[in-house]
């Protein structure tokens, strides 16, 4: 007689609790976890677009005298202003000046109404309380099968929920910093918002340059998307201060009593009366000054309030003149000479660039005299060295490369100056 041998608990069974088991899997899925993470994710983008649309410069652009006075975050600004409500509205101001008729009507008449914002009573406050208890009390369900698949199906809610969590704290973290990156004026707002003073702005919005004439003679050309701001006296002052943004070439008067200074993205440039261009990028944090006659003065400077004495705050400075150009970074406060892409001839007398069996001294002297820029050499290395040729077409560049090839030299631009070597002597 054959006996069977018992169950072993880790045998597989057959039959139905068999097929009960797998029924059970549905239940147990990624499905509710994968629906949190969803739910998550969209509700993250939901906040971020939602904030960045509520901290739109732009959102007010269309807004009409009635639109500000029912407008919370305007109603705030006029009743009880903090420090990131007046940097957002003095920026929009200076970004819409048209609207500045609209906005003062406006604030007259939430100051004369005194419209108070509205606070809930203790009552309501309970209730909307009471309310969210209701709404995240969770309800007892008894259980429909004891086994260990509920405690795995709790395990897999719990870690769904932290998971969740972790995501919206992430979310919250970062819509925290954009709200300050957002608000952030830039280096030029900065330097309106503190020069003191009562300030004209221009700004080119056309693919044009735009032309400025300011009251002392001076002459400015806006390229595209850059703007100014100066003192409505801006004559009668003992410095002549302009804030840039952008690109602009700058005619200035001379007036040696009066300085004229441009601020542009931490560095300071200084005229009498000569003719310049200025490149500022704040994106980069770079500045570059190119002169295309006279003198200039560049320095960086640590404290951008405008109306203090500017000598105090130095940095280094650089003394440019025709053909020579500044580069300054704002990330490094690095200040550096070099010269012009295109340097030019600046001389007012005629220069004659035909050279034959001619010393190499009177041959750099002719090219310092015709472009303004200092050559250094070693006078004993090219001592009884002479040079022949035309070089009547040719830019400086040009010309440096075939005196060079010559005389089997080299060159290079150090601080603004041209640097020639001798490659013989260096053997």
């Not at 976890?33 to 509700?43: A, D, E, Q, T, Y």
């Not at 604030?107 to 309501?124: A, F, G, T, Y």
């Not at 600046?346 to 034959?356: C, G």
């Not at 001294?361 to 090219?367: G, K």
Request: proline share 4%.
């Amino acid at each position: 007689m054959t006996s069977s041998l018992p169950t072993s608990a880790n045998t597989p069974r057959s039959g139905p609790f068999a097929r009960q088991t797998k029924s059970l899997k549905n239940p147990l899925s990624a499905q509710p976890l994968k629906k949190l993470f969803l739910f998550s994710i969209v509700g993250w983008f939901m906040s971020l677009y939602l904030l960045i649309m509520m901290n739109s410069p732009e959102r007010f652009t269309d807004f009409t005298r009635e639109d500000f006075v029912w407008n919370e975050h305007f109603r705030k600004w006029v009743l009880s202003p903090d420090e990131e409500l007046n940097i957002f509205w003095n920026d929009w101001l200076i970004a819409h000046a048209d609207k500045k008729q609209i906005i003062n009507a406006a604030k007259e008449i939430i100051l004369c109404l005194n419209i108070d914002e509205p606070q809930l009573s203790e009552e309501s406050i309970n209730e909307a309380i009471q309310d969210t208890l209701n709404q995240i009390e969770v309800k007892k369900i008894e259980p429909q099968h004891k086994n260990s698949f509920k405690a795995i199906r709790y395990k897999k809610y719990w870690q769904a929920g932290i998971a969740a969590s972790v995501i919206m704290v992430l979310a919250v973290s970062l819509v925290v910093w954009l709200s300050k990156s957002l608000n952030h004026p830039s280096a030029y707002q900065e330097l309106v918002q503190s020069s003191g003073e009562n300030l004209l702005e221009k700004q080119n919005q056309s693919d044009k340059p735009m032309s400025v004439f300011l009251d002392d003679g001076s002459k400015i050309l806006l390229e595209k998307d850059a703007r100014i701001s100066y003192a409505a006296s801006f004559n009668h002052s003992n410095n002549r201060k302009v804030y840039l943004s952008g690109n602009a070439f700058f005619e200035v008067a001379k007036n040696p009593a009066k300085p004229f200074l441009v601020y542009a993205n931490g560095l300071i440039t200084k005229v009498v009366g000569t003719q310049f261009k200025i490149h500022s990028s704040e994106a980069d944090k770079k500045v570059s000054v190119e002169v295309i006659s006279g003198m200039v003065s560049v320095y960086s400077y640590i404290n951008k309030k405008p109306k203090e004495e500017t000598s105090s705050k130095k940095l280094n400075s650089l003394i440019l003149t025709a053909n020579q150009k500044a580069n300054y970074s704002g990330e490094d406060k690095t200040l550096m000479a070099t010269i012009v892409e295109n340097p030019v001839i600046v001389s007012t007398h005629k220069i004659d660039f035909k050279f034959e069996d001619t010393p190499v001294d009177f041959v750099f002297r002719s090219i310092t005299n015709a472009y303004g820029i200092e050559i250094l050499y070693d006078e004993k290395s090219f001592a009884n060295r002479t040079f022949t040729s035309a070089l009547t077409t040719e830019t400086l560049y040009e010309k440096l490369d075939i005196i060079c090839k010559a005389l089997n030299a080299r060159y290079e631009v150090i601080d603004g100056k041209i640097v020639v070597y001798n490659n013989a002597a260096a053997k």
